[in-house]
């Protein structure tokens, strides 16, 4: 299942983006789905990661409290809540679906382009 990864922009430091993952014609809820980014020049990392069994989360150390992964069911979508946002935290970002184990890994950080789908471009400005 390819995700659509929406709601980027440009925004200050210090500013919020509500980004949303979308799955149309599939239920989100059975998948766990993982938010990776790609800055200019960087491989891509693994952001945070969310369970189909209980909604178990996980982040990254770098985004830890000031990022927060949660399922919309009544839009059957999966979102990412990023306040607080650095300009560390500019670069594509795309969503998947992921085992929630191998999500914290490595594991899909080296996957062809053609997996990921469209990613939304976030960009924080100084």
């Known amino acids: 299942v390819q995700l659509q990864a929406s709601g980027g922009g440009l925004v200050q430091s210090g500013g919020s983006l509500r980004l949303s993952c979308g799955a149309p014609g599939h239920t989100l809820a059975f998948y766990g789905v993982g938010w990776f980014r790609q800055a200019p020049g960087k491989k891509r990392e693994q952001v945070s990661c969310i369970s189909s069994a209980d909604s178990s989360t996980w982040y990254a150390d770098s985004v830890n409290g000031r990022f927060t992964i949660s399922r919309d069911s009544a839009e059957n979508t999966v979102v990412l809540q990023a306040n607080s946002l650095k300009p560390e935290d500019t670069g594509v970002y795309y969503c998947?679906?992921?085992?929630?184990?191998?999500?914290?890994?490595?594991?899909?950080?080296?996957?062809?382009?053609?997996?990921w789908g469209q990613g939304t471009q976030v960009t924080v400005s100084s």
């Open positions: 998947a679906t992921v085992s929630f184990a191998l999500c914290k890994t490595d594991y899909y950080n080296d996957f062809e382009n053609a997996y």
